[in-house]
């Protein structure tokens, strides 16, 4: 099975921006979609967005407009481009395979606090 490795997360401001990246250790190529999730202290993994093979992507609606996600088959990467960022979004990500999951990466802390 493919192993994903997230990073970038870190401590920012709201109003700031991070860009998580999602390495696999493998060609995500034929992967139909990779999706991000987030988990808050004390609450499920939610689902924040994804994107296809085809490069389409779908998201939530409390991140719209506000994150991106882009895929670079060639480094069998997947980035989460975060700006505008809000006290709520402050969660462990993680990203996996769709439709079939994975085992979950660690996973990479965004902290927003000012």
């Known amino acids: 099975q493919v192993q994903l490795v997230e990073s970038g997360g870190g401590l920012v401001q709201p109003g700031g921006s991070l860009r998580l990246s999602c390495v696999a250790s493998r060609s995500i190529f034929s992967i139909n979609a990779m999706g991000w999730y987030r988990q808050a202290p004390g609450k499920e993994r939610e689902f924040v967005g994804l994107i296809t093979s085809l490069g389409t992507t779908n998201d939530v609606d409390a991140v719209k407009e506000r994150f991106t996600i882009a895929r670079n088959n060639a480094k069998n990467t997947v980035y989460l481009q975060m700006n505008s960022l809000k006290h709520e979004d402050a969660a462990l990500y993680y990203c996996?395979?769709?439709?079939?999951?994975?085992?979950w990466g660690q996973g990479t802390q965004d902290t927003v606090s000012s």
């Open positions: 996996n395979t769709l439709p079939e999951k994975t085992f």
